[in-house]
């Protein structure tokens, strides 16, 4: 991943709260393209009313779990970004048009690599990623370390194959990337994840919560 733009990201106040607004998710979408574009060389067109679906979609789907946040809020933050990318694959906003001759190319070759073979993918999870890093930072201090096989072709092929046959799959490959536990055969349900089971077996306030969900 090239995570520049966390760094962009990270300057945004209260980026949590002001990416579940319409105006913000599409202005850092766009921003993130141009990020790719600057590092890989990659260029985009990119569908706003496709955007706004994704937007819409994701919104509608983390209100009806969002009680998941008081449990871990943590692993609801990846879990979240998971749905967005799982919107992004099913509806596919952006479309590749072709390489910018005038953009420096990256100097790691596996990134160009991955880039290039599935150019809308890589977009779609680098700005996941770089959300997740962003936010991280901004409320706990750091951002969650990347597994190795954030940088694997072979894993790649995998999750383009799965994804866009199944885009739920693309949440528990997000966790895949981030050292996390993907539960593969519900991914998109927050009460199935690894994180959340855990807190949820322990007495009191999150008991009542496993008892709701």
Known sequence: ???????????????????????????????????????CGLRYEIDETRLTRV??????T???????????????????AGLV????????????AGEDADAPASGDPALL????????????????????????????GHAPALDACVDDLRLWWSYRENATEMPAT?????DRFLGGEPNWVVPDMAQSRKAMREALAVPGDNAALA???
């Open 1 to 39: 991943m090239d995570l520049r733009f966390k760094d962009e990201l990270a300057t945004m106040p209260d980026l949590r709260h002001r990416l579940r607004r319409l105006r913000w998710f599409r202005a850092t979408f766009r921003a993130n393209a141009k990020a790719v574009t600057a590092a």
């Open 170 to 174: 693309a949440v528990a490959f997000l």
């Open 85 to 96: 990318l799982r919107e992004l694959i099913r509806q596919n906003p952006a479309h590749y």
């Open 55 to 60: 937007f819409l979609d994701w919104v509608e």
């Open 211 to 213: 008892y709701r969900a």
């Open 62 to 80: 983390v209100e009806s779990q969002k009680d998941f946040a008081r449990v871990n809020r943590g692993d609801f933050i990846v879990f979240a």
């Open 113 to 140: 690599e991955i880039a290039r073979f599935w150019p809308e993918g890589f977009l779609y999870t680098n700005y996941c990623i770089s959300a997740i890093a962003a936010i991280h930072e901004q409320e706990f």
